[in-house]
């Protein structure tokens, strides 16, 4: 799980969407153990990790979050 979930800020997304997002990571988490150059290729950008999207995209997850409450 990345750790971002230790985090305090997850704790204010709403119980339910922080549910089925950890239930999603955790679905996925075991599939995606080959590294691939794909995103590279695709992109032209390396890839980044769970914990970087998390910060680069909170706001817009919270707000997300708060039309789905």
């Known amino acids: 799980m990345p750790a971002v979930f230790d985090r305090?800020?997850?704790g204010?997304?709403?119980r339910?969407?922080?549910?089925?997002l950890a239930f999603l990571i955790k679905e996925v988490?075991?599939?995606q153990a080959t590294t691939?150059?794909?995103v590279r290729n695709l992109t032209g950008h390396p890839p980044r990790t769970f914990d970087d999207f998390w910060a680069d995209n909170l706001q817009p997850l919270r707000a997300v979050a708060s039309l789905a409450s």
């Open 8 to 10: 305090a800020e997850f």
């Open 12 to 14: 204010v997304l709403p």
């Open 16 to 20: 339910r969407f922080a549910e089925d």
């Open 29 to 31: 988490a075991g599939s």
């Open 36 to 38: 691939t150059t794909e």
